[in-house]
């Protein structure tokens, strides 16, 4: 195995060659992308055998482009972000070997989708308070309980779950990481539907579910650390994803002002400015927490940008109906519908607007995002906590 680390010239010259010897054309998608992750090429800043090439982690812009320019099929990132962005960091970081090989490849091909089974009824913005319950037996567990929110979840073929193994510790304690097979029997999902009209969230109830012990991710009891890794890349995976100059909301709203003069007013002009001057200070902050970035191991920062990205597109997309007036009022289709991916561009603004709503409270809502930085990125005091220290089976429900 390689110890230098690739550089740019090296990478383009790989990247070459693959594209010589796979004509993405001629190829089926998916034998292309297992091809592509086989060789290394597909999260170049990955180790070698996991889909990488042990590359610093920028260079993986241009190596797409290069794919991208060429015509190559994509994994479609929009339909697979929670594996992509928080599955697959935790299991680098957590995972055995096998595991490692057995669920990063057809994670990043996409063969493979995954959802998140961390928030509950009784748990949402407290995880660690969270309930559901796995008991040994034998070389598995049995799992009971409820999860909530869970976007994707019927689309999801393998979820992150965390549990409650000792209720008798305190409840950050008490916790254990694992891999669920969204099949095995005793897994539903339910939807639910949103101010949308759609379901792209669902509730997953889990009765007497069988998980090996192989598919269990760190250390019994060392769920919370497990957690903590997974809820920091959600937060760059949401807030800090690199985008060019005009992307998502800002985008949609630049063009309709530059196309519809009909619509300014001075007072608009300067809510546009405003909003379009803040979106890029997020997207060059969030460019700059990238590079920061060791694989699997975000700091805090990304709570600050995941906070920016809820609180920008919920002004934006408000302003974008301010624009449109009345005719920002109508919403084009009340179908109940459980997508397979979740795009505000390619949407009305009535939808643009009420979807928005959910971006403060998936990933962390921006209450808990405000204290995680105030306490750990600007070492403010802590909240008091009166239950830091009491068995979870003795805290109040």
Sequence with gaps: MSTAQ??????????????????????????????????????????????????????????DRRFAKAGAPTN???????????????????????????????????????CQLFSE????SDLAALATRAVRDGDAWTVSGQKVWTSMAHEARWAILVTRTDPDVPKHRGMTYFVCDMTAPGVEVRPLRQITGEAE???VFLTDVRIPDEHRLGDVGQGWRVSTTTLMNERVAIGGNAAPRESGMIGVVAALWRDRPELRTPGLHDAVLR?????????????????????????????????AFAKLNQEVSGLELELLGEDGLRYDDWTMRRPTEVDFTRRSPGYRYLRA?????????????????????LGLPGEIRVDKDVPWKDLPR
């Excluded at 409270?361 to 204290?371: F, K, M, P, V």
């Design 357 to 377: 709503k959910g971006n403060s409270i998936e990933g962390g809502t921006s209450e808990i995002l405000r204290n995680i930085i105030a306490e750990r990125v």
């Design 121 to 124: 009824p009784g748990a949402g």
């Design 275 to 307: 909003a379009w001057v803040e979106t890029e200070a997020a997207r060059l902050t969030g460019a700059r927490l990238r590079q920061q970035l060791t694989a699997g191991q975000p700091g805090p920062e990304g709570s600050g940008a995941k906070l």
């Design 76 to 114: 479609r990132p929009e339909r697979i972000g929670i594996g992509l962005g928080m599955a697959a960091p935790t299991i680098l970081a957590f995972g055995t070997e096998e595991q490692k090989r057995r669920f990063l490849r057809p994670l990043w091909t996409g063969e493979e989708p995954w």
């Design 201 to 203: 969230f669902n509730e």
């Design 6 to 63: 690739p550089d740019t010239d090296e990478l383009s010259r790989r990247v070459g060659g693959f594209l010589a010897a796979h004509d993405p054309s001629a190829m089926e998608p998916l034998e292309f992308l297992r091809a592509r992750f086989d060789a290394g090429l597909a999260w170049v800043h990955y180790p070698e055998g996991l889909g990488g090439l042990g590359a610093p982690r920028h260079l993986q812009a241009a190596v």
